[in-house]
């Protein structure tokens, strides 16, 4: 059973920078496109970004040139480097493990695509 676990979350003032990690375990994770997303209080969730094996990428226009998703296949890792957040960062980050960009997925199926971690708390204050 595949298994996800994020780290990194936490406080920061706006335009301060933190960097989420992703770590999965119990499957071939250079198989996997990479997602996070994130879903704030009263709001949708959302992707933010995503990576495939081969290292093809998508970025949500919020956080286009702000944020960037890289892999580390030896540490079966995902991580998320986040730049000059904003309050409107503010939100639980969760990553996904698939075998599709979910961004190519309607957002009612999300849930039935392949695993997702836990959930890590940003928070971004002025």
């Known amino acids: 059973q595949v298994q996800l676990a994020e780290t990194g979350g936490g406080s920061v003032q706006s335009g301060g920078s933190l960097r989420l990690s992703c770590v999965v375990s119990?499957?071939?994770?250079?198989?996997?496109?990479m997602s996070w997303f994130r879903q704030a209080p009263g709001k949708e969730r959302e992707i933010v970004a995503a990576?495939?094996?081969?290292?093809?990428?998508h970025y949500a226009n919020s956080v286009a040139g702000r944020f960037f998703i890289s892999r580390d296949s030896a540490k079966n890792t995902v991580y998320l480097q986040m730049n000059s957040l904003k309050r409107e960062d503010t939100a639980i980050y969760y990553c996904?493990?698939?075998?599709?960009?979910?961004?190519?997925?309607?957002?009612?199926?999300?849930?039935?695509?392949?695993?997702w971690g836990q959930g890590t708390q940003v928070t971004v204050s002025s």
């Open positions: 996904n493990a698939a075998h599709t960009f979910l961004s190519d997925v309607p957002s009612s199926q999300w849930a039935d695509y392949g695993s």
């Open positions: 119990g499957g071939i994770f250079d198989r996997y496109t």
């Open positions: 990576m495939s094996s081969s290292g093809s990428t």
